[in-house]
């Protein structure tokens, strides 16, 4: 009985882990949907365990849901558990069909995210949300975040690039080959930039840029990757 139990545990433990077994922060997901009075659906991961690098990410998460479901004064915006996120962007609904009743459209807003990486050493989770409120479209974007396994605070783009300079060069000759040649409809300067956006998956280092970072809405999103195998000479991890 015991040696069944124990192979329970490992099984649980399998399910929730992933990619890389060596990685100390284990994950599950937080699940919540509405469909009243606006839609509203959210899944992201939540490390499990209240240890500090678990409870960092889960911060740093809850934190990303309520500033994308949040609506009006930006320097208002405050961590809070998704479900009362989702309570406010209701609220705030409900505050928009009193002041507009003959209104025909319902709020909507999807916001998911997965790890794309983990390793001893960085955890990757892509975001991809979309939040209609009105006008023409809504507006879709994808946020990777990397943190720092061992404490679980993101790291920005300069701790994770140990040489900066040449990884530069590799990534603007990618964007030349992957975006410039393509003939992708870009705003007029079409010069070299690093993304807001870098993310990492098995296979290398993603590039992302979202709607008007480099071209217009009807552009989409931009995104290309290099393998580990052109700059993992070049980064810190």
């Given at each position: 009985?015991?040696?069944?139990?124990?192979?329970?545990?490992?099984?649980?433990?399998?399910?929730?882990?992933?990619?890389?077994?060596?990685?100390?922060?284990?994950?599950s997901?937080?699940?919540?949907?509405?469909?009243?009075?606006?839609?509203?659906?959210?899944?992201?991961?939540?490390?499990?365990?209240?240890?500090?690098?678990?409870?960092?990410?889960?911060?740093?998460?809850?934190?990303?849901?309520?500033?994308?479901?949040?609506?009006?004064?930006?320097?208002?915006?405050?961590?809070m558990?998704?479900?009362?996120?989702?309570?406010?962007?209701?609220?705030?609904?409900?505050?928009?069909?009193?002041d507009?009743?003959?209104?025909?459209?319902?709020?909507?807003?999807?916001?998911?995210?997965?790890?794309?990486?983990q390793?001893?050493?960085?955890?990757?989770?892509?975001?991809?949300?979309?939040?209609?409120?009105?006008?023409?479209h809504?507006?879709?974007?994808?946020?990777?975040?990397?943190?720092?396994?061992?404490?679980?605070?993101?790291?920005?783009?300069?701790?994770?690039?140990?040489?900066?300079?040449?990884?530069?060069?590799?990534a603007?000759?990618?964007?030349?080959?992957?975006?410039?040649?393509?003939?992708?409809?870009?705003?007029?300067?079409?010069?070299?930039?690093?993304?807001?956006?870098?993310?990492?998956?098995?296979?290398?280092?993603?590039?992302?840029?979202?709607?008007?970072?480099?071209?217009?809405?009807?552009?989409?999103?931009?995104?290309?990757?290099?393998?580990?195998?052109?700059?993992?000479?070049?980064?810190?991890?």
């Amino acid at each position: 009985m015991k040696f069944k139990a124990l192979t329970i545990a490992l099984l649980v433990i399998l399910v929730f882990s992933c990619k890389n077994e060596n990685s100390s922060v284990v994950f599950s997901e937080i699940s919540e949907s509405v469909d009243d009075p606006s839609y509203v659906t959210i899944k992201i991961p939540f490390a499990e365990g209240d240890d500090e690098a678990s409870l960092q990410i889960n911060q740093t998460l809850e934190t990303f849901v309520s500033i994308i479901l949040h609506i009006g004064d930006p320097d208002q915006v405050y961590t809070m558990p998704v479900k009362e996120s989702i309570s406010d962007f209701n609220n705030e609904y409900a505050t928009f069909i009193t002041d507009f009743p003959d209104s025909p459209m319902k709020w909507e807003a999807d916001i998911e995210g997965e790890i794309s990486y983990q390793s001893p050493t960085l955890i990757c989770i892509s975001v991809d949300s979309y939040v209609f409120t009105g006008g023409a479209h809504g507006m879709s974007s994808i946020t990777f975040f990397n943190f720092d396994p061992q404490t679980g605070r993101p790291m920005e783009q300069n701790e994770l690039i140990s040489d900066q300079e040449n990884f530069k060069k590799v990534a603007e000759a990618y964007f030349q080959k992957e975006v410039i040649e393509t003939d992708k409809i870009l705003f007029e300067d079409t010069s070299f930039v690093m993304p807001e956006n870098m993310g990492f998956d098995d296979q290398g280092v993603i590039f992302l840029y979202n709607p008007y970072e480099i071209g217009p809405y009807a552009t989409g999103m931009i995104e290309f990757r290099i393998p580990y195998e052109e700059v993992k000479s070049f980064l810190a991890f």
